[in-house]
């Protein structure tokens, strides 16, 4: 049996990736942040006959030694732990330095001295800034746009180093937008189906003239997985994308017709980022993954989203999110 480490398990995509992992057969290993809470994140959530076959390991992945530890002994390393809210990194860059950086310095490093088989890097489309070309393909040019996105960069490059200088067996993972269920509510599409389902009927967003490229979380999970299958992924850089694009207006307005046609949009300067650091567009292209991998997008949006909606709707999960703040 292939045993496996997910990084930042206790999180959204790293959630459904443990699940998907399991349901695969493989013995797997959840590295979670530690808290006073014991809180697991996500994986609270799941069965406790799901649970009970999941190890779990609590740490900081800033902590070389603790990251150490959590990999000895497994196949293969699915790293997702990370900072990701783009606001919040207006506000604390060293904290994601720290954290994007130095988190992923400790995975290969210890990839390294292990020996480890294979180890999946968890990359964003935000890496590309607004697209020069479209659809973006793995060629594109870095743009550090915010400090999240740079620390990424930095992170990728640094991922990218090991393999080229001790040929470590390196994919970096580039997910467009991820949505679904159990995404943290600083990410656009909770944020307006969370704001509809509490009854408001003015909804704030920021800039509304932006396009994404939205996988559903199984897509994008079954990327990670299908990625770490092939051989021929060693030492690329892999988008998970479905080639689509949608703008955050049409999107918020989609939304509104499903939940709340009477709802209105308001646009809200505080969600607005810095002029220069906004993202416009991002339309990934699926080519390479396709090409290399068995992968294929197998939701439609219109399928994701009504997934995404009807979790939301189940009151526990909605009690979950503070509708009444802006979460960044």
């Not at 088989?117 to 607004?130: A, H, N």
């Not at 051989?231 to 989609?254: D, F, H, M, P, R």
Request: charged letters at 25%; proline letters at 4%.
């Amino acid at each position: 049996m292939k045993k496996v480490l997910v990084t930042g398990a206790d999180g959204f995509i790293g959630s459904h990736l443990v699940e998907k992992l399991l349901d695969s057969g493989c013995s797997v290993r959840a590295f979670v942040y530690y808290n006073s809470f014991n809180s697991w994140g996500w994986l609270d959530t799941l069965p406790k006959d799901k649970l009970k076959e999941i190890e779990i390991v609590s740490g900081d992945i800033r902590d070389k030694n603790g990251v150490r530890e959590a990999m000895e002994n497994v196949d293969e390393v699915y790293h997702l732990a990370a900072l990701i809210a783009i606001p919040f990194s207006y506000q604390s860059p060293d904290s994601y330095v720290d954290t994007n950086i130095k988190g992923t310095l400790n995975v290969l490093q210890a990839a390294k001295e292990l020996n480890t088989k294979r180890i999946m890097i968890t990359s964003t489309s935000e890496v590309y800034g607004s697209a020069k070309f479209v659809p973006i393909t793995e060629e594109h040019p870095y743009q550090g746009q915010s400090p999240y996105s740079a620390t990424k960069i930095g992170a990728d490059k640094l991922a990218e180093a090991f393999y080229r200088s001790f040929s470590l067996p390196i994919t970096i993972v580039r997910p467009f937008n991820t949505y679904g269920p159990r995404q943290s509510a600083r990410a656009i599409i909770p944020t307006i189906i969370t704001q509809l389902l509490s009854g408001r009927e003015e909804i704030k967003l920021g800039a509304l003239t932006p396009t994404r490229d939205f996988n559903y979380v199984k897509d994008t999970v079954n990327g990670f997985f299908e990625i770490a299958k092939s051989t021929k992924t060693i030492g690329e850089e892999v988008n998970i994308a479905t080639q689509k694009e949608i703008s955050i207006k049409a999107l918020a307005e989609e939304l509104i017709r499903q939940i709340n046609p009477k709802a209105k949009i308001i646009c809200d300067e505080e969600r607005i980022r810095p002029k220069k650091s906004e993202v416009n567009r991002l339309l990934g292209s699926n080519e390479k993954i396709k090409r290399l991998t068995n992968w294929s997008p197998k939701f439609t949006f219109e399928e994701g989203i009504k997934e995404t909606i009807a979790w939301f709707k189940i009151k526990e999960n909605l009690q979950k999110y503070k509708v009444d703040i802006y979460n960044i």
